[in-house]
């Protein structure tokens, strides 16, 4: 039997040329083939076809990253708030912050629990925390405490404090006006402590329909565009656990005081 000359890689290429115009290289040496049009389109669309298949996976999986940084970011929270109930006799932050820090929230009680944060004063610490510890990595709006626009930055923080749990003097309801104890936690795995922002100039919520559901691209600039039930937010827990919830596990007005009886605390300052 006679031999072909041609290898497995060579075969196709000496069979395949499809007319191609063929001229000689700019060296005068053989020739020289170049690809046709509708050659070129089909490796191009080759290509999009390909790239069409990756990209939704890739980001998809930004997504489930920054979902993961975000709890982590809860969760060293969590920490620093059970450190600082430890030191205040159990009381659980202030939704406020305090009677002189009233101005710069829950944030600045907790920040100097929290890594690499020092306790100079107020301000230094609101800039400190603002840098890095409490910015969620799935929100692209920044915190601009000097010049906020609702909508457009966050004057606070990218997280919000349940109010129902912690009270806001401000706040027309009255039960969202209460401070409580961890000792009057009926369960503080089950009671809603922080979640995503979205009401971008307060620190603190009575409704779940403010909280932001960025976690599942959500993230909305109009406050009265209701969530789809889909929607994903992070929450933390008094009792320090980290879980994602879906707007309709959680859309009920009463789930915001699930863990604690909102109707018993002192009022707060």
Not at 193 to 222: K, M, Q
């Amino acid at each position: 039997m006679k031999k072909s000359k041609f290898t497995l890689i060579e075969l196709p290429l000496e069979r395949y040329h499809f007319n191609r115009d063929c001229k000689k290289s700019a060296h005068g040496q053989g020739k020289a083939c170049c690809f046709t049009l509708i050659e070129l389109l089909v490796v191009i669309a080759i290509i999009a076809i390909l790239a069409a298949m990756l990209l939704p996976a890739l980001s998809a999986a930004r997504m489930r990253a920054k979902d993961s940084a975000c709890k982590n970011t809860l969760k060293q929270m969590g920490v620093s708030t059970l450190l600082y109930c430890d030191d205040n006799k159990e009381w659980i932050p202030l939704a406020n912050g305090s009677t002189n820090f009233a101005a710069y929230g829950w944030q600045y009680l907790i920040a100097p629990y929290m890594s690499g944060l020092q306790t100079k004063n107020a301000t230094d610490d609101l800039l400190a925390s603002r840098s890095h510890i409490f910015l969620c990595p799935g929100e692209p709006r920044p915190i601009n405490y000097g010049s906020h626009k609702v909508g457009v930055d966050y004057k606070w923080s990218h997280y919000t404090i349940n109010c129902y749990l912690s009270g806001k003097k401000s706040f027309a309801e009255k039960n969202a006006g209460k401070v409580r104890t961890l000792g009057e936690m009926e369960d503080a795995s089950k009671a809603i402590y922080l979640l995503d922002n979205e009401n971008t100039g307060e620190n603190g919520i009575i409704y779940s329909s403010y909280a932001s559901y960025r976690h599942s691209g959500n993230s909305r600039t109009d406050l009265a565009v209701i969530p789809k039930d889909s929607d994903m937010t992070n929450v933390l827990y008094i009792g320090g656990n980290v879980e994602s919830r879906n707007y309709a596990s959680i859309k009920a007005w009463n789930y915001l005081v699930v863990g604690f009886d909102y109707t018993k605390g002192a009022n707060a300052p």
